[in-house]
Every structure is written in structure tokens, then in C-alpha cells.
């Protein structure tokens, strides 16, 4: 069955760095395209980062711009987000997102991993 199973967050201080990653399985990876949303706390879930299914195009929201960068490894089916400068207000569940890149209509998402920026 399809899976997309993200890790890397956890609690970090702000003006710091992690690197969330998310495996997808059971599905063509390769013809997805791939994105990173977040949730925070009484928020509506947002669109943090995308990539096309061969990583030719990135795009990413304009709170995260300079600080965040979305790649992805078609040969290990795996999207990363590198995240650095961590401010507070991104502290949230990151989620990824996968899509069919003809067929926006299929798609899947991950769990979610927490990312708490905090001193």
C-alpha cells in the first residue's frame, strides 16, 4: 500500500537547522510531484515547499524563502526539507504531500512530523 513516512523533527532552538525527510513506498515516486506543508496550532495547514517529479522546479512560500530548500533523490523515492534559521513561528506538524503530476486528483500524505523551535 502507499506510504509516505516523514522523520527529522524534534525541538530546536531558534537560529538552528534540521532536516526533514519523507519515504515514500508503493507508488511510481518519480511521477510526483512532491511538497512540504505545515499545520500549526489552531492554523490552517499551508503550502511550505514543492518540487516537480524531477526536481527540475522548486517554489516555496514567502515565510520560509532563503531559509528552507525542498530536494528530493527519485533513486532513494525520498523529498527533503532543509530547514535552517528556525524561527518560533515555524514550529507546527510538517506534513508531506504527494501528487500525481497528471492527475491532481491522486494524491497522498504522510503522518506528520513535529518541529518545535523553542529556546
Known amino acids: 500500500q502507499v506510504q509516505l513516512v516523514e522523520s527529522g523533527g524534534g525541538l530546536v532552538q531558534p537560529g538552528g537547522s534540521l532536516r526533514l525527510s519523507c519515504a515514500g513506498s508503493?507508488?511510481?515516486?518519480?511521477?510526483?510531484?512532491m511538497s512540504w506543508y505545515r499545520q500549526a496550532p489552531g492554523k490552517e495547514r499551508e503550502l511550505v515547499a514543492g518540487?516537480?517529479?524531477?526536481?527540475?522546479?522548486?517554489n516555496y512560500a514567502d515565510s520560509v524563502l532563503g531559509r528552507f530548500t525542498i530536494s528530493r533523490d527519485n533513486a532513494k523515492n525520498t523529498v527533503y526539507l532543509q530547514m535552517n534559521s528556525l524561527k518560533p513561528e515555524d514550529t507546527a506538524v510538517y506534513y508531506c504531500?504527494?501528487?500525481?503530476?497528471?492527475?491532481?486528483?491522486?494524491?497522498?500524505w504522510g503522518q506528520g512530523t513535529q518541529v518545535t523551535v523553542s529556546s
Open positions: 504531500n504527494a501528487v500525481l503530476f497528471y492527475n491532481r486528483g491522486v494524491n497522498y
Open positions: 518540487i516537480t517529479q524531477n526536481g527540475g522546479r522548486t
Open positions: 508503493g507508488f511510481t515516486f518519480s511521477t510526483y510531484v
